[in-house]
């Protein structure tokens, strides 16, 4: 078993006045708070450039803050793991599903093989892996042919489904989802939906999921996080803060997402 958050922790991931200046440019994140509760999802929502990845990046250790706090099942993530054993545990308790699959799928490692390793990871027996493997295809609807290929022989989507299963196969307490369910069409999308629902049902996942889509955000998400410009506008549940936005901004993104009976402003 990984080392699982204290049971009694509601808050898995706690963000506190966090602050990101990539070297000696910007402020891309600005004094950023919120949090994710066990077994719940906070979506990221904002515009391009808006410093939602940049958070996902410094939850999973790619990037490091410039101040300010990022806790992950109560270790501070802005310090950077000391050891190798560190960063084992820390990817047993978040994993990331980046925007561009490419930047962390290996070119030459077959989608088996990939998935095969992850299972190891997390501890795996060796005899029982090949069916785990088999498992998690299943999960994000491909199939075994699928493990016989190398990244570029996916399609975009199916891509998106390999970073999905491999981070799925370490069963983390957190899964941070960058525009993940982007690229899929609307029925491989409402699949893979149902099965992070599931997850998160079964296993009591937690999630960050980041997405430009607030169609997305009703379906799947508990809390809303609404960024502009490394700054938080607006956030609360996503009944309050979708049904009754208080800010100007959430109002914009709100009024120019396609929804039953939208209609687009004429040019
Ligand atoms: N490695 C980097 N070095 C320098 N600047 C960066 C780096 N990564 C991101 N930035 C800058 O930080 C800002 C926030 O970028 P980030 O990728 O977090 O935005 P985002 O909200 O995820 O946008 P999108 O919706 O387009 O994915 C942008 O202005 C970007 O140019
Ligand atoms: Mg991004």
């Keep these: 078993m990984s080392e699982p958050c204290t049971p009694t922790d509601d808050v898995v991931v706690e963000v506190e006045h966090l602050v990101k200046c990539y070297g000696t440019g910007p402020v891309v994140v600005d004094d950023v708070s919120f949090q994710v509760r066990r077994g719940r999802t906070t979506a990221l929502v904002g515009e391009s450039g808006a410093g939602k990845s940049t958070i996902g990046a410094i939850l999973s250790g790619l990037a490091s803050a410039t101040s300010g706090r990022a806790v992950v099942c109560g270790e501070d993530r802005s310090v950077a793991a000391r050891s190798a054993r560190d960063r084992s545990r820390r990817g047993r308790q978040l994993q990331l599903v980046p925007q561009d699959p490419y930047t962390t799928l290996d070119p030459t490692q077959r989608v088996g093989a990939a998935l095969l390793e992850a299972a190891a990871l997390r501890g795996v027996p060796r005899d029982q892996r090949p069916a785990r493997v088999a498992e998690l295809l299943d999960l994000v609807g491909l199939g075994e042919a699928h493990a016989d290929l190398v990244p570029r022989s996916l399609s975009g989507g199916q891509r998106q489904r390999v970073a999905i299963a ?102």
């Design 166 to 267: 491999r981070a799925l196969a370490t069963r983390p307490e957190v899964l941070v989802l960058d525009e993940a369910v982007s690229a899929l069409d609307v029925s491989v999308q409402a699949q893979v939906l149902n099965v992070l629902n599931r997850l998160q049902r079964d296993l009591g996942t937690a999630y960050l999921f980041v997405t430009h889509d607030l169609g997305v955000v009703r379906q799947i998400a508990h809390d809303v996080v609404v960024l502009r410009a490394g700054q938080v506008v607006e956030a609360g549940t996503v009944d309050a803060v979708l049904g009754d936005p208080q800010h100007e901004y959430t109002q914009l993104l709100l009024a120019s997402t396609p929804r039953p009976g939208w209609v687009p402003v004429a040019r």
